[in-house]
């Protein structure tokens, strides 16, 4: 089981985190009592084992209730449960050009403006940023360079390596591109099964189209150029934040060809450990 608290000041960047956290499997509740801490982990760890992992954010939005936070959180490891405490900075500078951008009040009302409501807020925490496991300073990273951070947190090496998902689409231009794609190769290049009778109302998931497509040196050297420049991409876009990547096989039709060079990619990437999920869009048309 997985349990993170997510604090820091307010407009440092919490919203992102709490994102990032749930695009990652983790169920997230924002804005909790400190007090429910330790029932919430009874609740979800004990009755409810199917939440893995489970994020809090906790900020001074509960007001004087913050600095209940490391006495709930040592009775919650006194209970026998592991946390990770992360709180989330930036500085004075850049929190004050935040609030001006999107005219959010400040959780604390301070006498002395917006300046004084973030310095006392920082007072508060004091305590909590000094006790917390990992610290983020916000103020000069941009949203990929905060995903990075966050995964070298939150994700193990083989987390990462295999968490960005595969959708391969093998479809027919006559049928217009998939809207969604990332990447679109075409294939109507290489000799077409259509034209070989035995072979026309079968598609690529047939062995004998598989072999026909592939018996050309041809194919089997794009194949290759194919796999190895996609392999070597899948980690760029993980890096700039993307949790999946859409890649699209196109011939004629989208029965043969692309079937074919679709299966064989979706095959080999899963040896290497990726989540691949087929989608034949137009291997039913036409028939």
């Known amino acids: 089981m997985k349990f993170t608290v997510v604090t820091g000041l307010s407009g440092s ?7 990032f956290l749930e695009d990652n499997g983790y169920f997230c509740i924002d804005n909790l009592p400190p007090v429910l801490i330790p029932k919430l ?13 489970v994020a809090l954010v906790i900020d001074m939005r ?7 936070l490391l006495s709930n959180l040592e009775e919650l490891k006194r209970s026998g449960y592991h946390y990770t405490l992360l709180f989330v900075n930036a500085s004075d500078e850049v929190l004050i ?42 103020s000069n990273l941009a949203l990929y360079e905060l995903w990075k ?9 083989n987390d990462e390596e295999n968490r960005i998902k595969i959708n391969i689409i093998p479809f027919g231009f006559k049928y217009g591109l998939p809207m969604d794609a990332d990447l679109v190769f075409d294939v109507r ?8 009778p035995e072979l026309k109302k079968k598609t690529g998931n047939d062995k004998e189209v598989y072999d026909f497509v592939m018996s050309f ?14 392999y070597d991409l899948l980690p760029l876009y993980y890096d700039e934040g993307k949790e999946s990547v ?3 096989i196109g011939c004629t039709g989208g029965k043969h060809r692309s079937v074919t060079l679709s299966n064989k990619l979706g095959e080999d990437l899963k040896k290497k450990g990726y989540t691949v999920n087929m989608i034949y869009r137009d291997i039913e048309k036409g028939k």
């Open 246 to 248: 859409t890649v699209a």
């Open 41 to 53: 982990a009874e609740l979800f760890f004990t009755t409810n084992p199917k939440f893995e992992k």
């Open 13 to 19: 960047g919490k919203t992102q985190v709490l994102k």
């Open 97 to 138: 050009k935040r609030y001006k951008e999107t005219r959010h009040s400040h959780p604390i009302d301070s006498d002395e403006g917006l300046v004084g409501s973030i310095r006392l807020e920082r007072q508060m925490l004091e305590t909590i940023y000094n006790e917390a496991d990992f610290v983020i300073d916000t």
């Open 217 to 230: 040196e041809e194919t089997q050297k794009f194949y290759k150029q194919l796999y190895e420049m996609i």
């Open 62 to 68: 509960v007001g004087e209730m913050i600095n209940e």
């Open 149 to 157: 951070k966050l995964k070298k947190i939150y994700m193990s090496d």
């Open 189 to 196: 290049c290489f000799p077409n099964p259509f034209y070989i």
